[in-house]
């Protein structure tokens, strides 16, 4: 079982950066671990995802160039650094991993989930 659990959410200006933090325990179960975001009134979508044995990463197009995921596997830990962000960029962000061999791309292939930390960025 993988336990994983967010921090570093808060509130931003745009322009301004954010650095999220994802604390996996039980690791060893899973594979690929990433994070995805569900704004208000929308489907969770992916954001960004990593092999904890140094695959990837791979990001949603509309954060490449401004997000990166990296991870710390002495420290279990994977982070989301993000920089240049955008009002739009506003969801709760969620760290989750999967037991797969494939990349993680989309929320099916999704075998743990955190419990979400809020991102708001203002205009």
């Known amino acids: 079982q993988v336990q994983l659990v967010e921090s570093g959410g808060g509130l931003v200006q745009a322009g301004g950066s954010l650095r999220l933090s994802c604390a996996a325990s039980g690791r060893t179960f899973s594979t690929y671990v990433g994070w995805f975001r569900q704004a208000p009134g929308k489907e969770r979508e992916f954001v960004a995802a990593i092999r904890w044995s140094g695959g990837g990463p791979y990001y949603e197009d509309s954060v490449k160039g401004r997000f990166t995921i990296s991870r710390d596997n002495a420290k279990n830990t994977v982070y989301l650094q993000m920089n240049s962000l955008k009002p739009e960029d506003t969801a709760v962000y969620y760290c989750?991993?999967?037991?797969?061999?494939?990349?993680?791309?989309?929320?099916?292939?999704?075998?743990?989930w955190g419990k979400g930390t809020l991102v708001t960025v203002s205009s």
């Open positions: 989750a991993a999967t037991s797969k061999s494939v990349p993680l791309r989309s929320s099916g292939g999704v075998d743990y």
